[in-house]
Each structure stands twice: as C-alpha cells, then as structure tokens.
C-alpha cells in the first residue's frame, strides 16, 4: 500500500489533500488583490465577491453598478474584485476605462469562449486576435450607412406588421409593450440577419422554434450563469481540449440548420434580398481570398447579430416607452416633431426622415443612457499592461469589466442622473458630455457592429407607436420597475404595461 495498510485509507488520504491544496491555492488566490495593494470588496470562499450574484439576490447589473458608485465616491481609479476564484480588474476613473479600451494590443478579446467544433461560437463576439482581426474586417463594409439603407427596407416591412399587432392589441388595455417589441426585433433581425419570415407578430405560435432557441441562449438559468463564467475562470485551451460546448449543443445543431437551409434556398433560387444574409453569402463567394467567409463563419456571424440584435433593441425599446408613458410633455414634442417631419416628406418613414428626427435621437439617447442592455462590458488582458501613472501591473489572463451603467448613472457626467432628460443630449449639452461616459455600444475597435441599425430599429419602433397612439403606463407595471437576474442583459423581469389610446381614433 501506498499511506497505510488499507487503500481506501489511501484514497481518502489522497482526497483530502487534493481538496486541502485546492482550499489553499483558492484562498491564495482570494488575496491577490490585497497583496498588490487594489482597493475592492475582497471575496468569500467558493464565491468570491459575487455570492449575492449567484444566490439570484442581486442582478450584475445591479453588482457592478453598486461597486462603481461605492468606489468613485472614495475617489479610487481602480478596484480589483473575484469571480468566484478569478480576479476581476474594475476600472472606475474615465481615463482609465478609455485606457482599457483603446489599448486594442493589450486588450483584444471580450473573453468569451469559442470551439470550431461549434459553429455558432466562431461568432464576430467571440473570436480572439488575429482571426477576430480578420473576420471583424470582413463583415465591417456589410454595416455602412449605405448597406443599412439597403436593410431598411425589411424593417420597413415588419413595421406594418406591427401597426397592425399594435392596432389589435389596444382594443384590450392593457398591453404588454415587451411581449409586442420582442415579436418585432425577432421578425426584424429574424429577417435580415437569416432572411426568413419569422411571422412571430402575425402568429406568436408560428415562430416557436426560433424564438425558443433565441430564448434559451439568453435566459437566466444556471446553466447559462455556468457556461458563460467558468471561461472566465479555466483556461480555454482546456475547455477546447474536453470539447466544452459554448452553448447547448441542440441550441448549435437548430441555428447550423436553419443558417445552411436558407443559404441552400437562396442560391438554388437566386434570391437577392438586399439583406445581411445576401451581403454574408456575397463574401462567401468572394473572389478575393482575404475577404471570403466560410460557411462555418456565416454560421456565427448570422447567430451573432441575431442574438446580438433582437433583445437588446426590444429592451432599449421598451424603456424608452417606459418612461415616456410617464413623462407626456415629452411623448407630446416628440410626436410633434414625428409628425412634423413626416409631413415635409409625404408621410413617407423614408430613411432620410428618420435622420432629421433629432429629438427622437436625443430620447434614444437618453434612454440607453439610463437602461443600457449590456450593462457592463468586458476585455481579457492578452499581454500584461502596466496601467498609465501608476506602478499598477495588469496581468496577462486578467478579466477586464467596465461598469457601464455606473458610469451612466455618475452625477459627475450625469447631475440628477434618475431624471429622465432628453435635453442632456441636445446639440449644445452633448458638447459637454466627456467621452467614454455613454457605453451602451461600447466602445474602441471591438465597439458594436451593429449600432447603426440596432438604434434604427428602437426608432422605427418609437415612430410607429407614437404617430398611432398616446399611450400611459398601466397600473399592473410593478413600480419601482423590477429588472430581470439575467446574466447578459438589464431587462424589465415581469414585463411593462401600457394604455394604448389610437390617436385617430380619438380625432
Ligand atoms: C440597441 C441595440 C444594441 C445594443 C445596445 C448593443 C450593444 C453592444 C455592446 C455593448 C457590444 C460590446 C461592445 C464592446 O465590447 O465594446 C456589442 C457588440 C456587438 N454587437 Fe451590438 N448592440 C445592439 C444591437 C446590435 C445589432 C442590431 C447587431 C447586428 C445586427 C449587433 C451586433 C454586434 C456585434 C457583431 C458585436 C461584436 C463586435 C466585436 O466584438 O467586434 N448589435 N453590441
């Protein structure tokens, strides 16, 4: 025998100082922002400083932003703080936060996992270094002003689709303005990143599959919560060699699918749609080998804009109208300004209407300014980075987290910053907003692809509500507003209600 004369004794042995090493490396590690002299909120055993995270008692969002508001007012440029075992760096000043991400050769991933083994991983969001250098250069020229103008046309089509949705949704106040703006973006992005007709505002049954599976990507289970930090805690090259799957594997095979199914229609019937999905078939058939994509690239791209695009335009969405069921002087000039500018242009929501509408931008503004859907963004350190001014040292596999929303909701860029207020981003205020203050899109060279479109979107959605209707918010909407645990994104947990009254109607 090995320790004693009985083997189990010497399994037990073997066990316990397994476990005893691994308790003492963890605790080491939970002291690695005290041994370099970082501020933060330190962390427990097993859940370092997120245990309220994980108990589902507080959302990340929630963390972050109570994290960003403690430490500023203690007039500190940085905090370290734990993801489980895993040390998080926490920037809080802005020239730091600006540091961190226009410093693309340090900071060039966002940290999230990919596998070529599944498809949808390889996504634009995912990739790493050089071949997210290479893929991101590829898609770029699909999101210019011009290549946005060409897909308006498909948002244009599902805005009738939603006049009508909303039309029969008002004869029974009141509505649940979240469910509607769901079934829009999915039918919105459904359409011009996959180029199908998803019909879910026609038919909410209809789009089932789709929606599930769009669904399962983002919703709060523990599963999702695992799947997305333990990349941020294991070493990918180990999670690539146990084949760890990114996302559930049914979630893959459904998108890979779906994604070579509509390619396959589309070529066999030469189908031009002037969409995303053309313009990703267009580099997959390009002649120049620098600019083509693989099928397998398709796949995540068209997955990526998806997921990317759907819940974060219906959230921001919906708490725009969210506030301006509560704030009817603005919904009344913004009307006024819809209307006034729809008229110089025959009523027609032609996309250069929709340009001149400044104070529709000012409220989108705003109101991403106080509901960001990505309320924190993240970086890895890939090269250790010594931080400006300081004799700080940001090791290389660091995870990186901007609290965004904090910073939104700083009263040094923002006085008064639960006010809903349209006139901060006015011509003349926006000159004073300091930038990397206003992150809803992040920022720097890895900043979102899809911005253009996806403010686009929460515009034609506004426009179309506000020219139709005056609307209220309905008592049945919780108050204080209560923002679901999801991991990924701030959303409104039990949904927003609205009195709808059709303004022809009441003419
Ligand atoms: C209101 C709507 C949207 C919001 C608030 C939003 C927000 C964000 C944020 C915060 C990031 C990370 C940026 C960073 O790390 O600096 C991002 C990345 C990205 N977004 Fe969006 N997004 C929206 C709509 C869209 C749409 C409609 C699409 C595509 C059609 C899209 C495609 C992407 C892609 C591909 C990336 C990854 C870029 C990269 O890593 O190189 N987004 N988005």
């Known amino acids: 025998m090995f320790l004693t004369q009985n083997i189990i004794l010497d399994l037990l042995g073997i066990f316990v100082a397994i476990i005893a090493i691994f308790a003492a490396n963890h605790l080491w590690t939970l002291g690695y922002w005290k041994r370099r002299g970082v501020p933060g909120p330190g962390g427990i055993c097993l859940f370092g400083s997120i245990k309220d995270v994980v108990l589902m008692k507080k959302t990340m969002e929630c963390f972050f932003r109570d994290l960003y508001s403690e430490y500023k007012s203690k007039g500190e440029r940085y905090i370290g703080c734990y993801l489980f075992g895993s040390p998080i760096f926490i920037p809080i000043h802005i020239d730091v936060i600006k540091e961190v991400l226009n410093t693309h050769d340090h900071f060039d991933s966002h940290g999230f996992y990919f596998n070529k083994n599944q498809a949808i991983t390889t996504n634009v969001f995912s990739l790493a270094g050089t071949r997210w250098k290479e893929v991101r250069a590829k898609l770029t020229p699909t999101f210019t002003p011009a290549k946005i103008k060409m897909a308006y046309n498909s948002l244009l089509d599902c805005k009738l689709d939603l006049e009508v949705l909303l039309d029969n949704a008002s004869k029974n106040n009141p509505v649940n303005i979240s469910d509607i703006l769901i079934r829009f973006t999915t039918d919105v992005i459904g359409s011009s990143a996959f180029g199908l007709e998803i019909g879910s505002m026609k038919d909410s049954n209809k789009a089932s599959d789709f929606v599930i599976n769009g669904n399962k990507v983002l919703e709060p289970s523990i599963q999702n919560l695992i799947r997305l930090i333990l990349p941020f805690i294991v070493n990918h090259d180990i999670l690539r060699a146990l084949n760890f799957n990114g996302f559930n594997p049914c979630i893959n095979d459904f998108y890979v699918n779906t994604t070579l199914s509509t390619i396959k229609h589309r070529e066999e ?105 990505a309320p924190f963004l993240v970086r890895l350190c890939n090269k250790d980075y010594k931080v400006v001014g300081t004799d700080l040292l940001i090791e290389k596999g660091t995870s990186v987290f901007i609290p965004s929303s904090g910073i939104q909701y700083d009263p040094e860029y923002y006085p008064n910053p ?27 060279p890895r900043v979102c692809l899809g911005m253009r479109f996806g403010i686009l979107q929460i515009k034609i959605a506004l426009i179309t509500l506000i020219q139709n209707f005056k609307f209220s918010l309905n008592k049945k909407t919780t108050l204080p507003l209560k923002l679901s645990r999801s991991v990924f994104l701030m959303k409104s947990e039990e949904g927003i209600y609205i009195d709808l009254e059709s303004i022809n109607r009441r003419e």
Do not use: C
């Open 418 to 444: 639960d006010k809903f207020d349209p006139e901060r981003f006015n011509a003349e205020n926006r000159k004073k907003i300091p930038s990397y203050s206003w992150l809803p899109f992040g920022e720097g």
């Open 269 to 373: 019937k030469n189908i031009v749609r002037n969409d995303f999905m053309d313009l990703l078939i267009q580099l997959k058939n390009s002649k120049n080998e620098h600019k083509r994509l693989t099928i397998s690239e398709i796949i995540g791209q068209s997955f990526v804009f998806y997921i990317a695009g759907f819940e974060t335009s219906a959230s921001s969405t919906t708490f725009a109208i969210f506030e301006l069921s509560q704030h009817q002087n603005i919904q009344d000039k913004l009307r006024q300004e819809i209307n006034l500018v729809l008229n110089k242009y025959g009523n027609q929501i032609t996309y250069e209407a929709v340009q001149e509408m400044v104070y529709l931008d000012q409220v989108v503004y705003e109101s991403l300014r106080m509901y960001p859907p």
